[in-house]
């Protein structure tokens, strides 16, 4: 059974402060995922990264694909409120494994 | 596009009771896939569908879990007799593909108790 472990479980920092969250396997994966989830809804896709060491900005976050394609990371700068939510990685093999997810508070 | 459709949002029920819960997906996708999120476990996939027929049922836990999709509009996923262990939150999502880089479309999932 592939596992993804994600670290922290859970993050609460100020607006305006600097955060990482880790995504790590023992697999080897196709591609990675990140999905955020509100609250009372369903997960919405930020990124798909595919190649080993590859690195995707959107906005204030960046997405960086471990070499040997079995981790990752999420960097958000200088963090908002409005990036509460948990933030779930998902890697592919022959289908989508989740894993637990980080759930990030940015209090005002 | 609407999205994806569940329903029902919420749903209370006692132990031993039918439950059924229903999807619509994104019309035009050809894959259509059930999840179960709990704090325990995290997002399991359950069962999914391609042009509506069932392709890999290995996550449904047990027997009493039954899912069908009779249209290409149309999935329910059944509980029979539901246990207060069944209680979490199940998502619908579907998808275009199940490439490496397709992108799966969640519903607002149900939430189910088990009394």
């Known amino acids: 059974t592939q596992l993804l472990e994600q670290s922290p479980q859970f993050l609460s920092i100020q607006e305006g402060e600097n955060l990482t969250v880790y995504c790590n396997s023992s697999s080897v994966f196709s591609s990675l995922q990140w999905y955020r989830q509100e609250p009372g809804e369903g997960p919405v896709l930020l990124v798909t990264?595919?190649?080993?060491?590859e690195v995707k900005k959107l906005k204030r976050l960046t997405f960086q694909f471990g070499d040997a394609r079995k981790d990752s990371s999420l960097h958000i700068t200088a963090a908002q409120p409005g990036d509460t939510g948990l933030y779930l990685c998902a890697g592919f093999s022959e289908k989508l494994v989740f894993g637990k997810g980080t759930k990030l508070t940015v209090n005002p | 596009d609407a999205g994806v459709i569940q329903s029902p949002r919420h749903e209370v029920t006692e132990m031993g009771q039918e439950v059924t819960l229903r999807c619509k997906p994104i019309?035009?996708?050809?894959?259509l896939f059930w999840y179960r999120q709990t704090m325990m476990r995290g997002l399991e996939l359950l069962i999914y569908?391609?042009?509506?027929?069932?392709?890999?049922d290995s996550g449904m836990p047990e027997d009493r879990f039954s899912a069908k999709m009779p249209n290409a509009s149309f999935s329910n996923l059944k509980i029979q007799p539901s246990e207060p262990r069944d209680s979490a939150v199940y998502f619908c999502?579907?998808?275009?593909?199940?490439?490496?880089?397709?992108?799966?479309?969640f519903g607002p999932g149900t939430r189910l108790t088990v009394l």
């Open positions: 019309s035009g996708h050809d894959y």
């Open positions: 990264v595919v190649t080993g060491g």
């Open positions: 569908f391609n042009n509506n027929v069932p392709i890999d």
């Open positions: 999502a579907s998808s275009l593909g199940v490439s490496s880089t397709d992108t799966q479309y």
